[in-house]
């Protein structure tokens, strides 16, 4: 009766894994105007009734999609929870560790450049909710940098940028004297926001 339950709660993460699969793959194939029960259950290959009893539905599908690293794998709860404990004195490294990586995961995931656009241009509420909570207990994990007090706005600074500029290298090739589409200027861009980070932490 146990490996029963067992293989029946396999099955299920299996099914919820595919169904959040199909969000990005929807995206990238159709557009966020597309995003939808019907569309996302033909392509996880599974039946809508599933996404419902799994989700409740396109909101709480969407809020799933951000928090188990489908959106970018920094705002994954897995991921943060794994993270270490930082010391005081290593906050700031771990940060923009952080911000590097979520940088990397934006310019690699069209769809979820996508779901920014759309997040805006919509006004889709419970992305911005379920990314905030995930950014809540980040920053609950790593801490502020005990050299500078204004933390929290820093990092909004920096992630709106980056946000920013991963969007617009969709569309244009530069912004301002970068060059967006090439790879030495975002190794400067991601070298720039680490310098910001490691100086203000010195300060």
Do not use: C
């Not at 709660?9 to 959040?20: F, H, M, N, V």
């Not at 656009?117 to 801490?143: F, L």
């Not at 204004?150 to 970068?178: C, E, Q, W």
């Amino acid at each position: 009766m146990a490996t029963q339950a067992k293989v029946k709660k396999r099955d299920r993460e299996r099914t919820k894994g595919k169904i959040l699969k199909a969000v990005g793959e929807v995206i990238e194939k159709y557009g966020t105007e597309k995003v939808g029960v019907n569309l996302i259950a033909r392509e996880a290959g599974v039946n809508k009734v599933l996404i419902y009893r799994y989700f409740g539905g396109v909101d709480g599908l969407m809020e799933q999609y951000v928090k188990t690293g489908q959106y970018t794998s920094t705002s994954s709860l897995e991921y943060i929870e794994n993270l270490p404990i930082p010391a005081p004195e290593d906050r700031a490294k771990m940060w923009a560790d952080v911000l590097t990586k979520g940088l990397a995961d934006l310019r690699e995931r069209k769809a979820t450049r996508d779901l920014i656009r759309w997040e805006i241009g919509a006004g889709k509420p419970v992305m911005t909710d379920a990314r905030n909570d995930s950014s809540m207990k980040m920053y609950e994990k790593i801490g502020e940098l005990p050299n500078y007090p204004n933390t929290s706005p820093m990092l909004a600074i920096l992630i709106g940028g980056m946000y920013h500029l991963a969007v617009s290298a969709d569309y244009r090739d530069k912004f301002a004297t970068v060059d967006l589409q090439s790879e030495e200027d975002w190794k400067r861009l991601e070298q720039t926001m680490k310098d910001i980070i490691m100086a203000l932490d010195k300060k």
